[in-house]
T-cell receptor, first 114, second 114 residues
Framework: ETGVTQTPRHLVMGMTNKKSLKCEQH?????MYWYKQSAKKPLELMFV???????ENNSVPSRFSPECPNSSHLFLHLHTLQPEDSALYLC?????????????FGPGTRLTVT | EDKVVQSPLSLVVHEGDTVTLNCSYE??????LLWYKQEKKAPTFLFML????IEKKSGRLSSILDKKELFSILNITATQTGDSAIYLC??????????????FGKGTKLSVIP
């Protein structure tokens, strides 16, 4: 148990659905991240929030919309996804201000788009 | 474009063997290199390396960084079946868009057989 939780753990959605992934960290960190892990591809950093402000957006399609209401919670809103968006979506957090950069990952949400 | 290359991509060894996993990187304004272990869930942090030539150890695992040659190795001695996992290497650089650019390699899949 790393102190980062994600819900749901599995999600199947159609291309016209709207859903949200949730991440919560209990580590007192002030930076949170969304990653996408597709089969046979490296982990891809999608979004970074620091102190609740988005500081990085790695050319992610607009059908993915992040939200960070406070330093403990991070959401990823999904709408009109494509089958190629099926992947494991990982949330992570770190204590950026400490100078240490260990990122602690949640268990991930396995997303299947039909 | 930032790049992290790991080798080998897969490796099968017998229990008790020693293995060396390789990671080379090219990132803008390199800051640190991280190793993770990923089993059937989210990556687990192993090491963060920022200085050349200083070995970090944790039990049977050790890692070292060479900033001149732009590579790192992860050694596992006296391997056990529980070491079977994908080992991910990630390099952190400062791309100017913020200090959070983290690029992952594809990983090395290690299988330890009894």
């Amino acid at each position: 148990e790393t102190g980062v939780t994600q819900t749901p753990r599995h999600l199947v959605m159609g291309m016209t659905n709207k859903k949200s992934l949730k991440c919560e960290q209990h580590l007192g960190h002030n930076a949170m991240y969304w990653y996408k892990q597709s089969a046979k591809k490296p982990l891809e950093l999608m979004f970074v929030y620091s102190l609740e402000e988005r500081v990085e957006n790695n050319s992610v399609p607009s059908r993915f919309s992040p939200e960070c209401p406070n330093s403990s919670h991070l959401f990823l809103h999904l709408h009109t996804l494509q089958p190629e968006d099926s992947a494991l979506y990982l949330c992570a957090s770190s204590q950026e201000a400490s100078g240490s950069y260990e990122q602690y990952f949640g268990p991930g949400t396995r997303l299947t788009v039909t | 474009e930032d790049k992290v290359v790991q080798s080998p991509l897969s490796l099968v060894v017998h229990e008790g063997d020693t293995v060396t996993l390789n990671c080379s990187y090219e990132v803008t304004n390199f800051r640190s290199l991280l190793w993770y272990k990923q089993e059937k869930k989210a990556p687990t942090f192993l090491f963060m390396l920022t200085s050349s030539g200083i070995e970090k150890k944790s039990g049977r695992l050790s890692s070292i960084l060479d900033k001149k040659e732009l590579f790192s190795i992860l050694n596992i001695t006296a391997t056990q079946t529980g070491d079977s996992a994908i080992y991910l290497c990630a390099a952190r650089g400062d791309s100017g868009a913020g200090s959070y650019q983290l690029t992952f390699g594809k990983g090395t899949k290690l299988s330890v057989i009894p």
